[in-house]
């Protein structure tokens, strides 16, 4: 039963344009949420996060918004780069109980010239 | 900048055979975790260590996986005997502190391929 959902597995976006990767979650118990981002051969390496009394964080190109009432998160990505192509994994823990990060399936993103 | 190592990067064994593999995290951290992603999906923790002693290993199929941090330092990952479903991609992390709030360092991975 995935409590981590990323529904599309593939994305194409044009540079420049802005990439809107989602993500869905079932467990309300949800308190922290994280995107990854993972280039072919090497490990994810962490990009953005928001905790739950939160609904939107920003840090340069990158924003997560986060609907707790949809159980719902995006990740906006402005300018899409070239250097942005990679898998997007979007997760989630329970900070006050065993604080486990539970990954999603993963977006590819390819970022068209 | 220091980066989590693991070897080997790549490894192809038959069933029933043993592997093992290795990680060296980030100096200082004190969290070290392997997760297990096979292809299409997400990591999934296996086991989770806070110095040399293991806080979650709920996830781990201990009839055939092993794990060990000795030292506190670099931990070993063994499967014994290794069986198809086994091919993965072997991931170890580190991090300052075992909440999800300190971030994870993620290492290349060790791909394993049973035939």
């Known amino acids: 039963d995935q409590q981590v959902k990323q529904n599309s597995p593939s994305l194409s976006v044009q540079e420049g344009r802005i990439s809107i990767l989602n993500c869905d979650y079932t467990n309300s118990m949800f308190d922290y949420f994280l995107w990854y981002k993972k280039y072919p051969a090497e490990g994810p390496t962490f990009l953005i996060s928001?905790?739950?009394?939160?609904d939107k964080n920003e840090d340069g190109r990158f924003t997560v918004f986060l609907n707790k009432s949809a159980k719902h998160l995006s990740l906006h990505i402005v300018p899409s780069q070239p250097g942005d192509s990679a898998v997007y994994f979007c997760a989630a823990s329970v900070r006050n109980r065993d604080d486990k990060i539970i990954f999603g399936k993963g977006t590819r993103l390819h970022i068209l010239p | 900048e220091a980066e989590v190592a693991q070897s080997p990067r790549y490894k192809i064994t038959e069933k029933s055979q043993a592997v093992a593999f290795w990680c060296d995290p980030i100096s200082g951290h004190a969290t070290l975790y392997w997760y297990r992603q096979i292809l299409g999906q997400g990591p999934e923790l296996l086991v989770q260590f806070q110095d040399e002693s293991v806080v979650d290993d709920s996830q781990l199929p201990k009839d055939r996986f092993s794990a060990e941090r000795l030292k506190g330092v670099d931990s070993t990952l063994k499967i014994q005997p290794a069986e198809l479903g086994d091919s993965a991609m072997y991931l170890c992390?580190?991090?300052?502190?075992?909440?999800?709030?300190?971030?994870?360092?993620f290492g290349p991975g060790t791909r394993l391929t049973v035939l």
């Open positions: 992390a580190s991090s300052l502190a075992p909440t999800s709030k300190n971030e994870q360092f």
């Open positions: 928001i905790s739950s009394i939160k």
